[in-house]
């Protein structure tokens, strides 16, 4: 597979920039804009694109006018829709380069979120940005900036001050397209985070390659809940929309959690034609809609709008987009709704995805010859030792897709491999960090660190993360297959709330071990024993090993990325470091 060519002009709109991105928009759509829904009350505060223009570039002058260059790069640590968004086309249309990280869920300074910012400020030695002093997180933020020896910045201050206006006499640089946009840090990133450096070509091209599956139109309305901070949510939700000029809804991910329905109501009320979400999202939203119908139908629901739901970020479970359309059909939502894709930082948001309407597309293949031989084998229904694979779609527009075996031989169709990416869309490298840009690039091709197989009509399917595999007397499991054979044991589903699978390697018995975490339902301890000691039953019977030890947790327990991936080697460490109890597996 040849790596695309590059493309002179990518945008179809002529734009070359972000900043010529928001000019066009505000002029052609100067009363549509941005719904930003309140995580407090649900309250909406309508920004229209006008509005965003005229505020950032008071914005924009303001940090030129305190001494700001392009180039330089400001962290943000922002929940605040319409703050992010106002500062972060301020940044923009001034050169300076936002790098977003996940905001604190609380004061606690050994958080993973504290973790991550502590360690990008200490590199980066640039300000944070972040909402207000009088935010009950500031105490917390400022101590972290002291330890990194950088300036606090509030966003509430910098928004009033920019609104005077005293900086009219500012002139704005000149952007380039390969000027970085943002330097984003990766949902999974731990310990020492890497920044993927973006262009405003890479951006441009991946949100031209989307229209080619969203079919998505200016008329077109967008719901989203994901967080500004990761690129699903960015992007895809807000840059991707902006440049169609369609209206966006935005609500916060915390408000998400503790509604879900509330985005299913707002889509109806604002006639949402697109969203997006991960899988994790959607179990939760399924388990909220179940709920409410034991107690009857919803009430007044209509999503016979809604013809399009992104999805992806994790691995995406075919049965859960299913029950999904089942349970919503008979409020109107369409029977072929989900939009499945596949992308990385790295790739700016997406490298593979298929078309809108398409069916849900899966494969049905035999375990045995996946573990034994990386060969994908159609399998029956009925087989026993048959798992099922999502096709995450071909590779996009500007974008070449390939599977590589050890020494990136590319490997035939059906064959179980490594993830390799080429194109428009894929990062130049990681900011400061020459030695992971070589590592991860390679011949301009950009190894995912994903394993996967591409069937015979160009689709994608991923099997797991290369790291998590599991190795038992030289046969690779995938801790996802393994999940979902220990929930399929009797009664798991219903006794355990979450379960997750991690392979380790135990200094102190010196053997590679495997452990089972999970969050128990309120019920009988036995109950919770009995089911344990099936799960173990069942994965013993189809993968041919057993487990070594299970530990139990709650859900603040368990540690996820910005998209709720669970972070499985933040799991295993803890456990090594005695932080979870743990016990034989029964």
Not at 41 to 67: C, F, H, I, N, P
Not at 254 to 281: C, D, I, V, Y
Request: net charge negative; glycine share 6%; charged share 25%.
């Amino acid at each position: 597979m040849n790596r695309p060519e590059s493309i002179p002009t990518i945008s179809r709109h002529g734009v070359a920039t972000l900043p010529q991105m928001l000019e066009r928009t505000a002029s052609l759509f100067p009363d549509r804009g941005i719904v930003h829904v309140s995580p407090l009350d649900g309250a909406e505060d309508l920004q229209t694109y006008a509005e965003l223009r005229d505020e950032s570039r008071m914005v924009a002058r303001l940090l030129l006018a305190k001494g700001w260059r392009p180039g330089d790069l400001c962290l943000f640590v922002l929940s605040d829709s319409r703050a992010f968004v106002t500062l972060f086309w301020g940044c923009q249309l001034a050169g300076v380069v936002p790098a977003p990280l996940a905001p604190l869920q609380g004061n606690q300074v050994d958080s993973l979120e504290a973790d991550k910012i502590r360690h990008v400020a200490t590199m980066l030695r640039r300000p944070i940005l972040f909402e207000s002093r009088d935010d009950e997180r500031a105490r917390t933020l400022q101590a972290l900036a002291t330890e990194a020896e950088v300036p606090l910045l509030y966003a509430d201050e910098l928004l009033v001050e920019a609104t005077l206006g005293l900086h009219a006499d500012q002139e704005l640089p000149a952007v380039t397209e390969t000027d970085l946009v943002v330097v984003q840090y990766s949902s999974g990133s731990t310990g020492m985070p890497k920044g993927v450096e973006l262009t405003h070509r890479n951006l441009l091209a991946n949100i031209e390659a989307q229209i080619t599956f969203t079919r998505a139109e200016p008329d077109d309305v967008l719901i989203s809940w994901l967080p500004y901070f990761h690129d699903f949510g960015l992007f895809w939700s807000h840059l991707s929309a902006l440049y169609h000029g369609m209206k966006q809804v935005r609500m916060d991910p915390a408000h998400f959690a503790r509604r879900p329905m509330l985005w299913l109501e707002k889509a109806q009320s604002h006639g949402a034609t697109l969203t997006n979400t991960t899988p994790t999202a959607l179990d939760h939203l399924i388990a909220n809609i179940e709920l409410k119908l034991q107690r009857g139908p919803l009430t007044g629901l209509d999503l016979s709008a809604l013809r399009a739901i992104l999805i992806g970020a994790e691995m995406i479970n075919a049965s859960a987009c299913r029950r999904l359309v089942e349970l919503l059909a008979p409020y109107g939502l369409g029977d072929q709704p989900f939009v499945t894709g596949y992308g990385l930082t790295e790739t700016t948001v997406v490298a593979t995805a298929v078309p809108c309407g398409t069916p849900l597309i899966s494969r049905r293949i035999h375990r045995r010859a996946m573990t034994d031989d990386r060969l994908a084998v159609a399998a029956p229904a009925e087989a026993v030792d048959a798992t099922e694979f999502t096709s995450v779609g071909p590779a996009v527009a500007f974008c070449a897709v390939r599977v590589v075996d050890e020494q990136r031989n590319e490997l035939p169709r059906d064959h179980i491999g490594v993830i390799e990416i080429a194109g428009e869309n894929v990062t130049r490298g990681y900011y400061r960090n020459p030695e992971a840009t070589r590592q991860a690039l390679r011949d301009d091709w950009l190894d995912s660190g994903d394993m996967g197989f591409i069937d015979e009509d160009g689709h994608l399917y991923i099997t797991g993360r290369a790291k998590e595999l599991i190795i038992v007397n030289g046969h690779n499991y995938y801790p996802y297959d393994l999940e979902r054979i220990a929930l399929r044991a009797p009664d798991a589903s219903r006794v355990l709330k979450h379960v997750t699978i991690c392979g380790y390697w135990h200094p102190g018995r010196r053997r590679d071990e495997i452990a089972l975490f999970y969050v128990p339902a309120r019920l009988p301890e036995a109950e919770i024993e009995l089911t344990l000691a099936r799960i173990n039953a069942r994965i013993a019977d189809y993968a041919g090993f057993a487990l070594d030890r299970v530990v139990e947790l709650t859900n603040r327990d368990i540690p996820r990325t910005s998209s709720g991936k669970v972070m499985r080697r933040v799991l295993s460490d803890r456990l090594l470091a005695g932080s979870h109890a743990d016990r034989p597996a029964p």
